[in-house]
């Protein structure tokens, strides 16, 4: 199993004047582990999922894939819709990088929820 981590990308809430953008980050959650006080352990359903690879520096990579998934591959969807209010990032362990986050090979990935319309 990787050493990874994960986030969790939640739909703005909010008024439309100041919508709050929720991000989560966790690492492989262990049931055996103690969670601290305050807070709180969340089930994803199961779904369906698009996995978008993402390889290069991690915030251009990530941002360019995203722009790709909601400007040209979501509109294009004939007989999918999203599924839920997030999406989930996996991001592999920086170590294995020489660069870290910043390599040019650095690996991550978008994962989208997506049903059948």
Request: hydrophobic letters at 40%; charged letters at 20%.
């Amino acid at each position: 199993m990787w050493n990874i981590s994960f986030a969790l990308s939640f739909d703005s809430i909010g008024c439309s004047t100041f919508p709050v953008h929720i991000y989560i980050l966790t690492p492989v959650y262990h049931p055996a582990t103690e969670i601290p006080e305050g807070f709180a352990v969340r089930t994803i359903p199961a779904f369906t999922w698009a996995v978008f690879p993402c390889r290069g520096k991690l915030v251009e990579s990530l941002r360019d894939v995203n722009v790709k998934i909601f400007s040209e591959w979501m509109p294009a969807l004939k007989d999918y819709e999203f599924a839920a209010g997030y999406c989930v990032e996996m991001y592999d362990v920086p170590d294995k990088y020489p660069k870290g986050v910043e390599d040019e090979n650095y690996y991550a990935e978008i994962w989208i929820p997506v049903k059948k319309k």
